[in-house]
């Protein structure tokens, strides 16, 4: 992957990972080419590390549970005429060791040596945890 930087976002609203992916897909209307982009007002100064291997990590209800690849950085002009950075997501979420994040605005840096590690190949497809016990699990340090 070489010099990468990632995203760490809060998912608002969102009670899973499959719910979060159902926004995604059916309701959000943010869809390109097939392909779901995420809105942020801010676009990143680290443009080229992000899309040399990043990825947006998702903290939901408190907890890291996933992330998404970031595929491109688009330029999105709202109804208001104001730019803002689409951020185009591989579609299939990568589950990731459950890891407690404070409550943040917007999206923060997130360095690849402090971002929680994939689960393993065969805990993919594994029944995910509610996030409060992930969460809680996470809180006495059990991944």
């Known amino acids: 992957m070489g010099n990468h930087v990632n995203l760490v976002k809060l998912s608002v609203g969102t009670e899973s990972i499959e719910n979060m992916l159902d926004w995604q897909r059916v309701r959000s209307q943010q869809v390109r080419d097939g392909q779901y982009y995420h809105v942020t007002r801010m676009w990143p100064k680290r443009e080229d590390e992000l899309l040399n291997g990043g990825s947006i990590y998702w903290v939901i209800k408190g907890v890291i549970l996933c992330r ?74 059990v991944r």
């Open 68 to 141: 998404q690849p970031i595929m491109a950085l688009r330029e999105i002009i709202g109804q208001d005429g104001v730019r803002r950075c689409g951020l185009v997501l591989a579609p299939d979420v990568i589950r990731v060791a459950a890891t407690p994040k404070k409550a943040f605005q917007g999206w923060r840096y997130l360095s690849p040596a402090d971002a929680p590690p994939d689960l393993a190949e065969g805990r993919q497809a594994e029944e995910p945890l509610p996030p409060e016990l992930s969460k809680a699990l996470a809180d006495i340090g």
